[in-house]
């Protein structure tokens, strides 16, 4: 789900064929590269690090020799307790060829003493804490499994004959396929010769489904924890506007992201919108970029202010998150620069006060602006005439069942315990 590598794995009959490279999909993956891939089993994915090195070294889907024989594994999400992991594997004489979380799903397997792979797979679920959604290869068997807490999303899609799973619903639409439904927290989908068939061996106390999918994450379209981005993300925008009570002559989204709440937010004020600022869609998305100087340098690169609506005017600006600031205050000098009047930053989220330790790669606490500043000083620090975020409360409104995601971010209320280890920056 990120944009850092891209990797294909398919099983031709015979043995595993892979294909992995630093880079965008479209970017890297060509015709050959197709052309190899022969097979009726694939797994493909896109890296988004947030455990291990961001290089290429990592670059999934990971293959292995087990005692269930070769297999590739793609994950989604982040072990809490991987360290802990790595060293029983370790000191069990298994060596590690990765540095991310996603090879000990395999190497894990080494150590059970069950006599199937499915039953040893489920035991190795049973060790791993944390946010996980894997989809794995063995010979013409693909397995499916999304951990109990439902961190991540997980989908089963069809076309024609053909069994798709996928992060978000959207990738169906792309290959012309259904959505069916969705993975459920803590199951294990098999697909073979003989169709599909699912374990619960995984008993769901709590779920704790990332709320930050809404917010952000998530593509707008995307049907992921039984709702619509779309819908959720524009309600974010019109409780913001039943939270604020200031005039302004427009509502200005930071593209992509703040569109939908920005739209959610005109309709409550009726207050109207316009794309105060242009985006360039042949650059990727910042906040997702590994170093600071790469994501101030997407931000130039990607936004460009549109005088012809800005000159003069009161203005609402709507972004999704505000994060480490410095983003929010390149925009703003941007704005300034075009003109604007007045310049009123409003943010469909609360204060992001927390690092994520479940597959969002957020920063240190040190980092996160809210915890550095008060309002105020974070006013000050990205130059905006008044500052507003949408309350935990109103956040926490505007999904179906509040009990079953993790806000962990905005709350400081972590639902699985982090290991001391992870605790620590890991780039």
Same mark, same amino acid.
């Given at each position: ?26 970017? %890297? ?35 292995? &020799? ?20 790595? &060293? !029983? +594997?370790? =000191? ?19 150590? =059970?003493? %069950? ?87 995984? %008993? ?103 005088? =012809?609506?800005?000159?003069? %005017? ?37 204060? +992001? ?23 105020? &000083? ?37 639902? +699985?315990?982090? !290991? ?8």
């Amino acid at each position: 789900r990120g944009q850092e590598s891209a990797g294909i794995c398919t099983f031709d009959g015979t043995d595993l064929r892979v294909v992995r490279k630093a880079g965008r999909v479209l970017e %890297k993956i060509d015709q050959s590269d197709l052309d190899y891939l022969r097979g009726s089993v694939a797994i493909g994915h896109v890296r988004y690090s947030t455990a291990g090195d961001s290089g290429g070294l990592n670059a999934q889907p990971i293959v292995r &020799e087990t005692r269930f024989g070769k297999l590739a594994v793609v994950h989604n999400g982040n072990l809490t307790n991987h360290a802990l992991l790595r &060293e !029983e +594997v370790t =000191s069990r004489g298994i060596g590690l060829n990765h540095s991310s979380d996603t090879e000990l799903f395999l190497a894990l397997l080494d150590l =059970s003493e %069950k006599d199937d792979l499915e039953s040893a797979l489920i035991e190795v679920l049973g060790k791993v804490e944390g946010a996980y959604s894997i989809l794995l290869i063995s010979g013409n068997k693909l397995i499916a499994a999304r951990d109990p807490m439902g961190f991540r999303p997980l989908l089963i899609g069809r076309r024609d004959d053909t069994v798709l799973f996928a992060s978000e619903s959207c990738a169906f639409d792309i290959v012309e396929g259904e959505l069916i439904r969705e993975v459920e927290p803590g199951e294990v989908v098999v697909v073979d010769g003989e169709g599909m068939r699912s374990y619960f061996p995984f %008993k769901s106390e709590r779920r704790s489904m990332c709320i930050f999918e809404f917010v952000y994450f998530s593509r707008p379209d995307s049907y992921i924890f039984g709702e619509w981005a779309y819908r959720v993300r524009k309600d974010l925008g019109r409780r913001l506007a039943l939270e604020d009570d200031t005039e302004a002559d427009l509502v200005v989204p930071v593209p992509d992201s703040g569109v939908v709440p920005a739209i959610g937010y005109a309709q409550e004020k009726g207050i109207p919108f316009e794309m105060g600022l242009i985006r360039n869609h042949y650059v990727g998305r910042s906040f997702i970029e590994p170093t600071e100087e790469l994501r101030n340098l997407r931000v130039l690169m990607k936004l460009s202010p549109n005088r =012809s609506v800005l000159e003069g %005017k009161r203005i609402i600006v709507i972004d999704d998150s505000l994060v480490r600031g410095t983003t929010s205050r390149r925009i703003v000098s941007m704005l300034r620069r075009a003109g604007a009047g007045e310049i009123h930053l409003r943010i469909a989220s609360p204060p +992001v006060v927390g690092p994520c330790y479940y597959g969002i790669d957020t920063p240190t606490r040190e980092e996160l602006i809210a915890n550095r500043m008060s309002l105020e &000083e974070i006013r000050n620090f990205i130059g905006v005439d008044s500052l507003r975020y949408l309350s935990l409360e109103g956040l926490r409104s505007c999904v179906r069942d509040r009990h079953s995601f993790c806000d962990a971010c905005f709350s400081n209320e972590y639902p +699985v315990e982090v !290991e001391k280890t992870a605790l620590i920056r890991r780039r």
